[in-house]
C-alpha cells in the first residue's frame, strides 16, 4: 500500500529558528510531491511542488527538496516567524494512482514570538 | 479567476436528511476530487473525476455519491446523513504541468458539516 508519513505530528520552535519538517514515502515511483500549508479553519494553500525529475524547489524563505530513492522529501523554513504557524501537508502522486494524491497527516507548527 | 468555489460554508443536518455539496472550478481542469477531513487527521479521499461523466471511488467513498456532467462542476450528495459523516469537505481540481504526468492540486475553502 502506498502511504505518506509525516514526523513529528507537532513542532513547536521560537521565533528566528530554521527548521525542517519531514515527509516520507513507501514507492519511489512517484510523479511529483506537493507541500501544501493550512490554516485553523481554512483551505489548504499549495507551497511548492516538485516534479519527479527535479531535486529541490525555492519559495522566498521556503525550500523543498526530494530524494526518491529513499523515498523522502523535506521542507526548510528559513527564520521562521509567528506567522508561519500552520499545519504542513505532503502530498504524493503516485504511478498507478489514476490522478490520485495520497496525503501525510500533516505536522503543526507553532513558532512561539 | 475565482478559483475552486465551494458551497454552502456550514451546513447543520438532521440524521436522515439528505443534501449536495456543490463545487466548482473555472480553470478547465480535467481533474476534479472530494475530501474529507476530520479533527486532527489527514484528507482522506472520497470521489475523483478524470474528466466530464467519468468518476470513480477513493478510499471513503461510503454514503456518498457525485456526478460530473460539465468539466466545471463536481457536486458530492450526502444520503441519509449520519454522525459520522460531520467532518470538513474539500473539493480540488488538478491540472498537468509541464510534458510529463505531473498534476498540481488546488483546493477550495472547505464545507463545513456537521450532523445531529
Known amino acids: 500500500k502506498q502511504e505518506v508519513t509525516q514526523i513529528p505530528a507537532a513542532l513547536s520552535v521560537p521565533e528566528g529558528e530554521n527548521l525542517v519538517l519531514n515527509c516520507s514515502f513507501t514507492?519511489?515511483?512517484?510523479?511529483?510531491l506537493q507541500w501544501f500549508r493550512q490554516d485553523p479553519g481554512k483551505g489548504l494553500t499549495s507551497l511548492l511542488l516538485?516534479?519527479?525529475?527535479?531535486r529541490e524547489q525555492t519559495s522566498g524563505r521556503l525550500n523543498a527538496s526530494l530524494d526518491k530513492s529513499s523515498g523522502r522529501s523535506t521542507l526548510y523554513i528559513a527564520a521562521s516567524q509567528p506567522g508561519d504557524s500552520a499545519t504542513y501537508l505532503c502530498?504524493?502522486?503516485?504511478?498507478?494512482?489514476?490522478?490520485?494524491?495520497?496525503f501525510g497527516q500533516g505536522t503543526e507548527l507553532s513558532v512561539k514570538p | 479567476n475565482a478559483g475552486v468555489t465551494q458551497t454552502p460554508k456550514f451546513r447543520i443536518l438532521k440524521i436522515g436528511q439528505s443534501m449536495t455539496l456543490q463545487c466548482t472550478q473555472d480553470?478547465?481542469?480535467?481533474?476534479m476530487y472530494w475530501y474529507r477531513q476530520d479533527p486532527g487527521m489527514g484528507l482522506k479521499l472520497i470521489y475523483y473525476?478524470?474528466?466530464?461523466?467519468?468518476?470513480d471511488k477513493g478510499e471513503v467513498p461510503n454514503g456518498y455519491n457525485v456526478s460530473r456532467s460539465t468539466t466545471e462542476d463536481f457536486p458530492l450528495r450526502l444520503e441519509l446523513a449520519a454522525p459520522s459523516q460531520t467532518s470538513v469537505y474539500f473539493c480540488?481540481?488538478?491540472?498537468?504541468?509541464?510534458?510529463?504526468?505531473?498534476?498540481?492540486?488546488?483546493f477550495g475553502p472547505g464545507t463545513r458539516l456537521t450532523v445531529t
Open positions: 480540488a481540481s488538478s491540472y498537468p504541468i509541464g510534458q510529463g504526468f505531473s498534476y498540481e492540486q488546488y
Open positions: 514507492d519511489s515511483a512517484i510523479y511529483n
Open positions: 516538485i516534479q519527479s525529475s527535479q
Open positions: 502530498a504524493v502522486f503516485f504511478y498507478n494512482q489514476g490522478g490520485k494524491l495520497i
Open positions: 480553470m478547465n481542469h480535467n481533474y
Open positions: 473525476s478524470v474528466g466530464a461523466g467519468i468518476t
